[in-house]
C-alpha cells in the first residue's frame, strides 16, 4: 500500500513549565529503550470530514496543550556514559507526520491479519541518528481514499512504559475533544534513584533476570537464531477457548490435591509456552524460560502515586526445561509462572533495584535498535517474551471523530516477542500477537489450537 508524506511538523508544548535534567531510573534505561508503536484506525463521520477544522490541526492543537503536562515526551535523552542516559526537559517537541494513502480502510480486512501493511502507517524513527536528536514521541496521520484515518504512534519506552503511554493517550484525546484533562501525570523518576534504599536480604541469585537466557543446546551463543526470517501472528482466542483453558488447569491441578484458580495471563501464557517449545521441536533437556514485566505500582509499599509518569515494570523469569512444558500437565507450567510473580514483593523490588544501580555498565541490558539487532536482550528461541496488555486500558480512544475501529500494536519483528490484548470487543476473548521465526510458525498455530481440549 502506497503512502506519501504530505507534510512534517514539530509540535511543541504550548508553554514552558520546566527546564531541568533528570537523571532517570534504571529500569528506564534497560530492555527496549526504542520506541514502542501502535496504531490506531478510526471511520470519522461526514460532518468531520466536511467541519472547518481539520483533523490534523484538532491534533496539533491538543498535543501542543497536552504536552504542557507530558512536558517529559517533549524532551530528549542523551547518553552519559556506562550506558546510562539523562532526560533533557528542552522542550524540543514532538514530531506529527501528515500522510496520504492510496489504500483504502477496507484493504485491511479484519486488521489483525494484516499487521505486515502498518509498517508506512508508522512514523519513521531514525535509529542511526544521535539519540539526543530523536522525538520521545511521533505520530502519523494517515488519511485514506475512502475519508477513513490512521494514527500511528511511536512512544519511547525510555520515558514512558504501557500505562504511562496509555495515560498520554487517553488525556490527549481527552483535550482534542474539548474536555479537560482528566489527572495530570506524576513525574519524578527520583522516587527509584533514592541513594538510601530499602535495605534487603535477598542475595543475586534470586535474579534470574539477570542471567543471561539459555541456549538452543550444543549452541555457543544465539547469533544464528537472531538472524532468522520471522513473521508475526495475530491469534484470537475466544472466551469460550478461555475458559476452556482455565477449567482444564483447575480440574488438572486436583490431582495434586489443589485446586488452584490460575489468571487468564498465567493460563495462556503457559499455554503459548507449551505451544512454542513444541513448535520448536526441543529436546526434552532444553532449558527454557519466559521472560515478562510485571507492574510494580501497587506491588511497592507504599504504592507509587496514582498515575506514575515513566517506567514502573520490572522485568522477571520463569524457567524450566522444555520436557517438562510439553509433557506435564498445564498447572504445571501455570505454577512455574506464578511463581515468578508471587516473588515479586516490596522487598524483591528494591533488590532488584540495587541490583541495577550497582551494575557499572548497563549497555548488555539494552535493546536499542529493537529490530535485528545482535546485541542486547534476546527472548527468541529456545525462550519467549509474553507481555501482558490485558488489563491497559487500551480500547476506546475518542478524539472527537468516535471511538477507533481498530487499535493493536505496530510491527514487531524479534523472534519470541509476544503480546497478550484483550478482545476488541470486551467479551472475555483474547488476541495473541506473536512474533516466530519463519519456520516454526506454522506448527505453532497448529498446537495453539488443537491443544486446547475438545478443540483436535
Ligand atoms: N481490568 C480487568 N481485570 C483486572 C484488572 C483490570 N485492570 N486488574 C486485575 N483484574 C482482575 C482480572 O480478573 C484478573 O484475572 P483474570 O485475567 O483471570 O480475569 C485478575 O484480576 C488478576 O490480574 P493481574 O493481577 O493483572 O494478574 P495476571 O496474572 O493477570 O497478570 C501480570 C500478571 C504480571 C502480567 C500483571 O500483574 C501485570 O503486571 N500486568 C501489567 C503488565 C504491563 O504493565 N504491561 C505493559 C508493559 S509495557
Known sequence: MEVSIKHSCIVKPQERICTSTFQLSEWDQTGVITHVPTVYFYRPSQEWLKSSKSIVDTLKESLS?????????????????????????????????????SGELSDFGDFASQTNLFENLLPYVDYDKPIDELPLMLGQLTQFKCGGICLGVNISHVVADGQSALHFMSEWARLARGEPLEMAPYFNPDIFRSQDLPKTSIGFDTHIEFKPPPLLIGANNNLEERKKATIVAILPLSKEHVDILKKDVKEGSIDDHNMYSYTRYEVIAAHIWRSA?????HQLEQPTCLGFSIDVRNRLQPPLPPK???????????????????????HYTCAKIRQAIEK????????????????????????????????????????????????????????????????????????????????PVNDGSVQVAICLQEAHVDAFKKYFYKDIPGEA
Open 308 to 330: 506514575y509518569f515513566g517506567n514502573a515494570i520490572l522485568d522477571v523469569v520463569a524457567s524450566s526445561k522444555s520436557g517438562d512444558i510439553m509433557t506435564k500437565p498445564l
Open 65 to 101: 496543550r497536552v504536552l504542557v503536562h507530558f512536558y517529559p515526551l517533549a524532551g530528549r535523552v542523551r547518553w552519559i556514559g556506562q550506558g546510562r542516559l539523562e532526560l533533557l526537559c528542552n522542550a524540543k517537541g514532538v514530531e506529527l507526520i501528515e500522510a496520504n494513502s
Open 277 to 281: 517449545c513444541k513448535a520448536r521441536e
Open 344 to 423: 515479586v514483593n516490596n522487598e524483591y523490588i528494591w533488590s532488584n533495584i540495587d541490583f541495577w544501580k550497582k551494575l557499572p555498565d548497563l549497555s548488555p541490558f539494552q535493546d536499542l535498535h529493537a529490530r535485528k539487532s545482535m546485541d542486547g536482550p534476546f527472548y527468541g528461541n529456545p525462550n519467549l517474551g509474553v507481555i501482558s496488555w490485558l488489563t491497559l486500558p487500551m480500547y476506546g480512544l475518542d478524539f472527537g471523530w468516535g471511538k477507533e475501529i481498530y487499535m493493536g500494536p505496530g510491527t514487531h519483528d524479534s523472534d519470541g516477542d509476544c503480546l497478550m490484548l484483550p478482545g
